[in-house]
């Protein structure tokens, strides 16, 4: 898959997505809603962000938010050792190697991981649906 074929899958896979572009991410939003995204999309290095080696062809890199219960089944309670993780290695579901603390799992261009990785979207897109249906917006 590339990011055209990401993006497409995402959109056409979850109710009321909206994306946006900046920085070099593609942000995935429920509706309107645009404080926090439930997953981005990165397909090269960033000034910031080096961590995955992005710059190799074909790869890139989906983030996305889970709840606190889904990240520690994934990878214990507590705080993440990032050490332990190679952000360079493909097709493995592994903490997001800045934003682990607030839930992030990230996958470099996943093929068998697919399955697991659009069970974590439909959870980073339920919460995300509940969030806004909270803060009572509409349409």
């Known amino acids: ?11 056409s896979l979850f109710p009321n997505v909206e994306t946006t572009e900046a920085l070099g991410f593609t942000f995935f939003f429920y509706k309107s809603e645009r404080n926090f995204p439930f997953a ?9 962000d080096k961590f995955s080696d992005l710059d190799r062809p074909g790869v890139y890199r989906l983030n996305i938010g889970v ?3 889904t990240f520690e089944s994934l990878f214990g309670a507590g705080e ?7 952000f360079t290695a493909l097709d493995v579901v592994m903490p997001h190697p800045e934003y682990a603390a607030y839930h992030f799992v990230c996958v470099l261009s996943p093929e068998s991981s697919w399955e697991q990785v659009k069970d974590l979207l439909a959870e980073a897109h339920g919460m995300a649906a509940r969030r806004y249906e909270r803060q009572g917006k509409e349409g």
């Open 67 to 69: 709840s606190k219960e």
């Open 1 to 11: 898959m590339n990011e055209s074929t990401i993006v497409e899958t995402i959109t």
């Open 80 to 86: 993440v050792d990032a050490s332990q993780y190679d």
């Open 40 to 48: 981005t999309f990165v397909a090269s290095d960033t000034e910031h």
